[in-house]
C-alpha cells in the first residue's frame, strides 16, 4: 500500500525567508502525481503545486516550488518570500495515475507552517 | 455555484443518534467525493460519485456510512447510529473532468461533526 509521510509537524519562517517543507512516499507504481495542498483555518483545501512523477522538471507555481526526487522518493515544498497569508497547514498528497478519478488521494498528515512579521 | 458548498458548518450530535450532511458541488462538475479529516490527520478518502452512481466507495469505514446524490448534483452522507470515533471533519469536493490529467478538485469547507 502506498504511504505518504510528513516528518515535520510543525515549522515556523520568518516573513520574506525561504522554507522548505518534507514530505517522503513509499510506493511501487512508477507512474504517478504528487501534490501539495494548503489548507487555512477556514478548512478548505486549496491546491498548491501538483507534479507529474514522469516529469524530471520540479514543478514551480510562483513563490512555490519542489524538490522532487523520484528515486529516493521525496517531494519537499519550498516557499519563497514567505508572506502571513501563507501560514497554514500544508499537506503532502500522493495518486496513483490508473486512469480513474484522481479524488483517491493518499495524504500525510500534514505540517503546521507559523509565519512570524 | 460559486464554489462548493457544505452544510451544516458545524453538527453536535449525541451517540447513537443519526446525522446527515450535505454537499452542494460547483455546477456542472460531474465527479463528487468525501472525505474525513482526523483531528491531528490527514484527509481519508470516502467514496466517488460519477454523476449519480459511486464507483468508488471503497472508503466508507462501515455500513453505518451510505452516501447519495441526486441528479447530478447535490449529495448526502449518512451516518447511522453514531459513534465518538465518528467526530472529525467531514469534506466534499467536486471536479468538472475527472480521470483527465487536468483534473483539479475544488473543496468545500466541511462539515465540523462531533458526537457526545
Known amino acids: 500500500a502506498q504511504t505518504v509521510t510528513q516528518s515535520q509537524p510543525e515549522m515556523s519562517v520568518q516573513e520574506a525567508e525561504t522554507v522548505t517543507l518534507s514530505c517522503t512516499y513509499d510506493?511501487?507504481?512508477?507512474?504517478?502525481?504528487l501534490f501539495w495542498y494548503k489548507q487555512p483555518p477556514s478548512r478548505q483545501m486549496i491546491l498548491v503545486i501538483r507534479?507529474?512523477?514522469?516529469?524530471?522538471q520540479n514543478a514551480t507555481e510562483n513563490r512555490f516550488s519542489v524538490n522532487f526526487q523520484k528515486a529516493a522518493k521525496s517531494f519537499s515544498l519550498k516557499i519563497s518570500d514567505s508572506q502571513l497569508g501563507d501560514a497554514a497547514m500544508y499537506f503532502c498528497?500522493?495518486?496513483?495515475?490508473?486512469?480513474?478519478?484522481?479524488?483517491?488521494?493518499?495524504f500525510g498528515k500534514g505540517t503546521k507552517l507559523s509565519v512570524k512579521p | 455555484g460559486a464554489g462548493v458548498s457544505q452544510s451544516p458548518s458545524n453538527k453536535v450530535t449525541e451517540k447513537g443518534k443519526d446525522v446527515e450532511l450535505r454537499c452542494d458541488p460547483i455546477?456542472?462538475?460531474?465527479?463528487l467525493y468525501w472525505y474525513r479529516q482526523s483531528l491531528g490527520q490527514g484527509l481519508e478518502f470516502l467514496i466517488y460519485?460519477?454523476?449519480?452512481?459511486?464507483?468508488?466507495k471503497s472508503g466508507l469505514p462501515s455500513d453505518r456510512f451510505s452516501a447519495e446524490r441526486t441528479g447530478g448534483s447535490v449529495s448526502t452522507l449518512t451516518i447511522q447510529r453514531t459513534q465518538q470515533e465518528d467526530s472529525a471533519v467531514y469534506l466534499c469536493?467536486?471536479?468538472?473532468?475527472?480521470?483527465?490529467?487536468?483534473?483539479?478538485?475544488?473543496f468545500g469547507s466541511g462539515t465540523q461533526l462531533s458526537v457526545l
Open positions: 455546477s456542472g462538475h460531474t465527479a
Open positions: 507534479q507529474e512523477a514522469y516529469k524530471q
Open positions: 510506493t511501487s507504481e512508477s507512474d504517478y502525481y
Open positions: 460519485f460519477q454523476g449519480n452512481s459511486a464507483p468508488d
Open positions: 498528497a500522493y495518486r496513483r495515475n490508473y486512469g480513474g478519478s484522481q479524488g483517491n488521494l493518499i
Open positions: 469536493a467536486s471536479s468538472q473532468n475527472p480521470g483527465t490529467t487536468n483534473e483539479k478538485l475544488f
